[in-house]
């Protein structure tokens, strides 16, 4: 009897924990093939920072980045204090060309035309990004916006962060989540 009590307890214990953890999961429903922005996905489940679900077949829903592949990753000690001094991203970025080539092996880029593509930070480094290969992407230019508008919302938040706005957890969550949602709501 005892046996089969804590047998059960076990069992609860294990479907609980799988259910956490798959609420925690932030896999964004597909386009409708659609090419406007707007048809990409929105969630406001905020991803697991740094928790990878697959390495392989990663697949980009238009400008955003494959959540399972590129939940985003931090570097666990950066603060407000240390990414609002000039210098700070150059002084920790780190992604040499063979991590790179494994992003987009990731994403099954074979080949692509210079321009097409940067490997970019989901959380950029000047909001506590890390170079870790969870952070990384092939971020495309086209479709509109791309990785030059994703610039403008890393700025935008990096701002909101060093004038006391925002919190840096909230500026890298969002842009995690969803740095459309962001884009959209930047004062023109």
């Given at each position: 009897?005892?046996?089969?009590?804590?047998?059960?307890?076990?069992?609860?214990?294990?479907?609980?924990?799988?259910?956490?953890?798959?609420?925690?999961?932030?896999?964004?429903?597909?386009?409708?093939?659609?090419?406007?922005?707007?048809?990409?996905?929105?969630?406001?489940?905020?991803?697991?920072?740094?928790?990878?679900?697959?390495?392989?077949?990663?697949?980009?829903?238009?400008?955003?980045?494959?959540?399972?592949?590129?939940?985003?990753?931090?570097?666990?000690?950066?603060?407000?204090?240390?990414?609002?001094?000039?210098?700070?991203?150059?002084s920790v970025r780190n992604v040499p060309a063979s991590q790179k080539q494994a992003v987009y092996a990731e994403y099954g880029i074979i080949s692509h035309t210079t321009g097409q593509y940067e490997v970019d930070h989901l959380i950029s480094l000047e909001l506590g990004g890390s170079n870790d290969i969870a952070n990384l992407w092939p971020e495309p230019a086209n479709p509109t916006p791309g990785f030059h508008q994703k610039d403008t919302v890393e700025n935008y938040l990096h701002h909101q962060v060093c004038n006391g706005s925002m919190t840096l957890e909230t500026a890298q969550h969002e842009i995690a989540g969803n740095w459309l949602t962001v884009y959209r709501s930047i004062p023109q």
């Open positions: 009897m005892k046996k089969d009590a804590l047998t059960l307890i076990l069992l609860l214990v294990f479907v609980l924990a799988f259910s956490y953890a798959l609420s925690r999961l932030h896999v964004p429903a597909p386009s409708l093939g659609t090419s406007s922005s707007q048809a990409f996905t929105t969630s406001t489940v905020a991803p697991a920072l740094g928790v990878r679900t697959k390495v392989s077949n990663c697949q980009t829903n238009g400008p955003l980045a494959d959540s399972a592949c590129t939940p985003g990753a931090i570097f666990v000690a950066s603060t407000k204090d240390k990414v609002c001094v000039a210098g700070y991203s150059q």
